[in-house]
């Protein structure tokens, strides 16, 4: 079992920067991927980033690619997801998402945390 608790979510300017956070509580964190989703009002859940055991990491496409890094740090069993130049229309809850899969961490993650507000206004 994994518990996942994310912060730093908040509300912010287009062209501001947020970090959020994911504390994942696992004896067991290093052989795990992680990752971040969003959902936006009136939207599906989307996938957004996503990093690996072995380093790796993925992005949803260009609409965050440049914009978002995410990273890991395994001593504090945190992922983290970096967000700059923020625009109005990554406004969304931000999920944070575990699974020993990379695949299903990507797609159909096993865990997820209770989700963070990011509001970025105009």
């Known amino acids: 079992q994994v518990q996942l608790v994310e912060s730093g979510g908040g509300l912010v300017q287009a062209g501001g920067s947020l970090r959020l956070s994911c504390a994942a509580s696992?004896?067991?964190?290093?052989?795990?991927?992680m990752g971040w989703f969003r959902q936006a009002p009136g939207k599906e859940r989307e996938f957004v980033a996503a990093?690996?055991?072995?380093?790796?990491?993925?992005y949803s496409g260009d609409s965050v690619k440049g914009r978002f890094t995410i990273s890991r740090d395994n001593a504090k069993n945190t992922v983290y997801l970096e967000m700059h130049s923020l625009k109005p229309e990554d406004t969304a809850v931000y999920y944070c998402?575990?699974?020993?899969?990379?695949?299903?961490?990507?797609?159909?993650?096993?865990?997820w945390g209770q989700g963070t507000q990011v509001t970025v206004s105009s």
């Open positions: 998402a575990a699974d020993p899969n990379w695949l299903a961490v990507r797609r159909n993650p096993t865990y």
């Open positions: 696992t004896r067991t964190f290093s052989s795990i991927t």
């Open positions: 990093f690996s055991r072995s380093g790796s990491s993925a």
